[in-house]
């Protein structure tokens, strides 16, 4: 499979070509070629489930010069997480088109390119292993993303993503100053200009920089995440953007923050990640977001803002998972990013669906739902259940793993872990209550229930859903070795010290004792 992963990055863009060709005024040949196109933008992701090994590193990789004057390469790569990324991203940037088919009705040539656009630069940020490069993608998804918002969002949509672009690049430019940092510390060393992580990961940073290096990258990584106080721009994104475009801002686009988070900031400079006020100050930071977005939710009278507030609750639990550095934490924050992703994804689905019936987001206009739309009303339950936590369901594993991975740093992380679940589960229920049950007013009476179309997108994320709050094993194997890596990056000998098999391969004190591997 050489070139696979080009082949995945670059479907979106030749789809965006091709849809370039088509003459505007033929509007259902712009639907359909940009629904192909995204379709056929996931179906090439799944060779590399298929073909992935989880005994290996980085897989499906490609290397060439690109910007050889300053050290910049094209050079491609996953691991265990970037595959769940990638596919996740593929998955949903196909469910988001198929959900505008309704949705939109102006500049439809525009607003397609555009999502293929984001598709594209997405993937990028998943594939790329080297740190220009990543950049480059990391700038690349503002610009579709601010068109999507500021032309076919709501009242106030130029604000909104004005706002959005103003918050990302001011975390863009601090994260630009720490890759500089790193870069011209690793040329000092090494005397070689390389922008390469598997490169930079040999230098040798002092401490008092690697702190500063650290923040500098943290602040470009938590304005996308959000994480509290740098989330403000997320509420108001999310309420003017269509619903296409707050799925794949809130399944995919936050997703790329924890993702820097994980794949740079941890293994590049473990000895301040590791750091007791480090630790402490997103740790706090992440409780602060876990219960403060749980009871904003509770005020909320905008469904949709509701849902928007929910993301930023549910990503505090992601990063506190990533801070406990350790297995269970780690391998916890990624899946519940995937979890976020299915269900917050859904959520959103479902609001664009009622908005387009009644166009109104306010909670108190909708009553007794159930009566009218029953298959929604099902699929809005199932939902739910996935959002708050709730067994056989995806939220449940996620949160009962970061819950481990948190208990076992501090009692104090995971009481707070537990708060924020039952606070979720309160708004979710309160919203569910409102909506879906009670009497049914003469507005609602008459509204359809989910057409085929409609089901068709709901229906991959339940089965996804289901799949990982039944059968879980197969995403933890496939996240074990990367989140081995990082953990022993961190925590140098952390499996040996426990007496546990190292997914490395590394012997523990046991199995040297015996003369076994270790290893599973």
Request: proline content about 5%; aromatic content about 14%.
């Amino acid at each position: 499979m050489d070139h696979i992963l080009s082949v995945v990055l670059w479907t979106p863009l030749a789809g965006l070509l091709v849809l370039l060709a088509i003459p505007s005024s033929n509007a259902r040949a712009i639907k359909l070629w940009a629904n192909i196109a995204s379709f056929i933008g996931f179906l090439v992701c799944l060779p590399l489930v298929f073909g992935y090994d989880r005994t290996l590193d980085f897989q499906f990789v490609e290397k060439a010069n690109w910007i050889p004057s300053i050290g910049a390469s094209y050079h491609l790569g996953i691991d265990g997480f970037g595959l769940l990324l990638v596919v996740l991203t593929g998955l949903l940037s196909f469910l988001s088109i198929l959900s505008s088919w309704n949705a939109i009705t102006v500049r439809l040539k525009e607003y397609y390119a555009h999502f293929l656009l984001l598709e594209f630069a997405c993937m990028g940020v998943f594939m790329a292993l080297d740190f220009f490069l990543f950049f480059v993608f990391w700038e690349l998804v503002l610009v579709p993303m601010y068109f999507i918002i500021a032309i076919w969002g709501g009242p106030r949509r130029v604000y909104s993503a004005i706002k959005f672009v103003i918050f990302t690049l001011f975390g863009s430019i601090l994260m630009l100053l720490g890759i500089l940092t790193l870069y011209y510390q690793h040329y000092r060393q090494f005397q070689v200009l390389t922008f390469d992580i598997n490169d930079l990961i040999r230098t040798s940073v002092p401490p008092e920089m690697q702190w500063w290096i650290f923040w500098a990258l943290f602040i470009g990584f938590a304005v996308k995440v959000p994480m509290f106080p740098l989330h403000t721009w997320l509420p108001d994104a999310h309420t003017e953007a269509p619903t296409a475009g707050s799925v794949i801002l809130a399944s995919v686009l936050l997703k790329m923050g924890t993702y820097g988070l994980i794949r740079f900031s941890l293994p590049l400079l473990p000895d301040a990640a590791k750091d007791p006020t480090v630790v402490s100050v997103v740790a706090a930071l992440s409780i602060i977001a876990i219960v403060y977005g749980a009871l904003v939710c509770l005020m909320q009278k905008d469904w949709k803002k509701l849902v928007a507030y929910s993301s930023v609750s549910h990503m505090g639990f992601c990063t506190l998972g990533i801070i406990a550095m350790n297995p269970a934490g780690l391998s916890g924050s990624i899946l519940q990013q995937i979890n976020h992703g299915i269900s917050t994804g859904m959520l959103f689905l479902i609001v664009g669906v009622v908005y387009e019936r009644r166009h109104t987001r306010m909670i108190a206009e909708y009553s007794g739902l159930l009566r009218a739309m029953p298959v929604l009303t099902i699929v809005f339950l199932i939902t739910a259940m996935s959002s708050m936590g709730l067994p056989p369901l995806n939220g449940f594993i996620g949160e009962i793993t970061i819950l481990r991975g948190a208990y076992e740093v501090s009692l104090g992380w995971a009481f707070a872990c537990v708060a924020g679940i039952a606070l979720g589960a309160a708004y979710l229920i309160w919203l569910f209550q409102r909506t879906m049950l009670g009497e049914i007013t003469e507005k609602n009476a008459g509204l359809r229930d989910l057409s085929f179309r409609e089901i068709a997108y709901f229906a991959p994320l339940l089965v996804w859903a289901f799949w990982i709050g039944l059968y879980p094993k197969p995403f933890f194997d496939i996240l074990e070795r990367p989140v081995a890596q990082i953990v022993e990056r961190v925590q140098p000998g952390y499996y040996a010290e426990r007496n546990l098999p190292n997914p490395l391969g590394t012997p523990s004190p046991a199995a040297r004792l015996t003369g076994g591997s270790g290893s599973q």
